[in-house]
């Protein structure tokens, strides 16, 4: 598995960097097999200059693939879709220590610097660079890392076929477009009735996409997790 954290790539009014790593995935899946793209919810405080909610991206590449090579490419097509006004940062990497994990969680909860980010990236040998701005974004970059390589954070903004999927479905063709289950928040299994795909956005859980629902009137409804 390659993780590549994005952070940082927009202002108010233009694209998000959710939208911008799905176009990247969306290129990258010509060459390499694409496990998804996973939003992370990182502190939301005044304090941290963000657009909205202050939330990063990891595309996940489901294959061996060269870091040098896949952050190379992720760099141009950030630098050439590059929004002024935005504090982008990229960062991938292959071997996650648990430092990095920490420091993602951390992120979540309280301050961090840039520079802490830089620093770390530096002694594990990750693959860090901020591309523009204050390059602030090299923080949500790493934490994207950190997080999604614990198999246990944040949800999917593109996975599989999902969202090619239009109104009510039944969970076996939810299922065959690319989650691994679907359930209730309480873990029961949902194999009846129909599910409303209109933004279903899994959980990451164990490394996998699980849709999370919850029964409304007359059928089951979507629910986020962070």
């Known amino acids: 598995m390659l993780y590549i ?6 202002t108010l009014e233009t694209r998000g960097t959710g939208h911008l790593a799905r176009m990247i995935a969306a290129e990258l899946a010509t060459e390499f097999r694409i496990g998804g793209v996973v939003r992370q919810q990182l502190l939301v405080d005044p304090r941290v200059p963000c657009t909205k909610n202050n939330s990063c991206a990891t595309i996940l590449v489901d294959q061996a693939a060269d870091p040098s090579q ?23 990497a292959e071997a996650v220590d648990s430092e990095v994990v920490a420091f993602g969680k951390l992120a979540q909860s309280e301050l961090v610097s840039q520079a802490a980010a830089r620093e770390l990236a530096a002694r594990h040998q990750l693959l860090l660079e901020g591309l523009g701005g204050t390059s602030d974004g090299v923080i949500g970059a790493l934490a994207a890392v950190g997080l999604s390589a614990t198999g246990e954070d944040g949800r999917y903004v593109m996975v599989g076929d999902l969202r090619r999927l239009e109104g ?40 996998q ?9 007359d059928c089951w409804q979507p629910v986020k997790l962070d």
Do not use: Y
């Open 168 to 207: 009510l479905q039944p969970p076996e063709k939810v299922v065959a477009a690319g989650v691994v289950a679907i359930q209730t928040e309480d873990g029961r299994i949902v194999d009846q009735g129909l599910i409303n795909t209109s933004k279903l956005r899994p959980a990451r859980r164990g490394g």
């Open 70 to 92: 896949i952050f190379e490419r992720v760099k141009a097509l950030m630098l050439a879709d590059f929004i002024p006004g935005s504090d982008p940062g990229l960062c991938v």
């Open 209 to 217: 996409p699980v849709a999370v629902v919850a029964w409304g009137e």
């Open 5 to 10: 954290g994005l952070d940082d790539t927009d």
